[in-house]
Nanobody, 114 residues
Framework: QVQLVESGGGLVQAGGSLRLSCAVS????????MGWFRQAPGKERELVAH??????HYADSVKGRFTISRDKSKNTVYLQINSLKPEDTAVYYC?????????WGQGTQVIVSS
C-alpha cells in the first residue's frame, strides 16, 4: 500500500522559512511526477510546484521563493519555502503521479502570521 506522509508545517512569522517533506512508502513504480499543492481556506487547491523528467516547475506566485527537490534514495520530495507571506497560509499537500493514477498525502498546515 502506497502512503505519502507530509511533515514540516507549522506557525511561522512573515519573512520566515519552512521546509516541507513528503516521504513516500510502499510499492510504487514509474513515478511521473512529484508535486506540492496548497489549499487556503475558502479557495480551490492549487499546484505550487512539481518535479518531473523535464525538471522543476513553479506557479508564478511562488517563483523565487519556493524550491522543490527530490531525494530518490529516500523516496522523499521537499519544498523549501522562503520569505513566507500571510497569503501562503494553507494546507500543503503532496501528490505523486504514476501511469495508473495518483496518490495524495494527508496535508500539512502552514500558518504565516503578519
Amino acid at each position: 500500500q502506497v502512503q505519502l506522509v507530509e511533515s514540516g508545517g507549522g506557525l511561522v512569522q512573515a519573512g520566515g522559512s519552512l521546509r516541507l517533506s513528503c516521504a513516500v512508502s510502499g510499492s510504487i513504480f514509474s513515478i511521473k511526477s512529484m508535486g506540492w499543492f496548497r489549499q487556503a481556506p475558502g479557495k480551490e487547491r492549487e499546484l505550487v510546484a512539481h518535479i518531473d523528467a523535464g525538471g522543476t516547475h513553479y506557479a508564478d506566485s511562488v517563483k523565487g521563493r519556493f524550491t522543490i527537490s527530490r531525494d530518490k534514495s529516500k523516496n522523499t520530495v521537499y519544498l523549501q519555502i522562503n520569505s513566507l507571506k500571510p497569503e501562503d497560509t494553507a494546507v500543503y499537500y503532496c501528490r505523486v503521479q504514476v501511469p495508473a493514477g495518483e496518490y495524495w498525502g494527508q496535508g500539512t498546515q502552514v500558518i504565516v502570521s503578519s
